[in-house]
């Protein structure tokens, strides 16, 4: 079952001690977008993440409002399975990353051990009160693999129909099969 997260931390000044804030994290979502494929793409619970900075609130038809007092940084993310295991596999997968994006918000505090980050995020989150999602059925892992399976089993379709008989189709379906189990 696929899970909403929506996280807003404060964000440091640039002049706080320890440094950090807003023009750090600008930085690192910066140099973040020029890498190659990170290890959160890699991890196949993860529907979507993303993290992105809020300076104000935009103007729909209410008063002016002032911008917000601190930037605030926002991570939403729509994830597979249960919030532990989630939470535990970013702490694993990319706790320098972690500590580099929430090292500059207050009251981060660490990854390492995860427990008191769990809380964090917890008492950060904005409960979503409706997420869409387009396969709500299906994990991430099997939309992936369903995407990867297409042009095969396009391929196999069109030489299934050219089978001389119940053998030769027998071997192209074994065939087909050996080619993407690991897809299935």
Do not use: C
């Amino acid at each position: 079952m696929a899970r909403p997260l929506t996280v807003f931390s404060l964000l440091r000044g640039p002049l706080s001690v320890p440094p950090g804030g807003e023009l750090l994290q600008e930085i690192l979502l910066r140099f973040g977008r020029t890498r190659s494929p990170s290890t959160i793409r890699r991890l196949s619970f993860i529907h979507f993440a993303r993290l992105t900075i809020i300076h104000r609130l935009p103007r729909l038809g209410q008063p002016k409002e002032d911008d917000v007092g601190h930037p605030l940084m926002l991570f939403e993310s729509i994830y597979d399975g249960n919030f532990g295991p989630y939470i535990d596999a970013f702490a694993l997968s990319i706790p320098t990353k972690m500590r580099a994006f929430w090292g500059t918000s207050y009251g981060f505090p660490g990854v390492d051990p995860v427990t008191p980050f769990k809380r964090y995020i917890r008492k950060n989150e904005f409960r979503s009160g409706h997420t869409y999602l387009a396969q709500p059925d299906a994990t991430a892992t099997m939309i992936t693999s369903a995407i990867a399976l297409r042009d095969p089993h396009e391929a196999f379709f069109r030489a299934a129909q050219d089978a001389t008989d119940s053998e030769d189709f027998r071997r192209q379906y074994l065939a087909f099969l050996t080619e993407v189990q690991e897809l299935l």
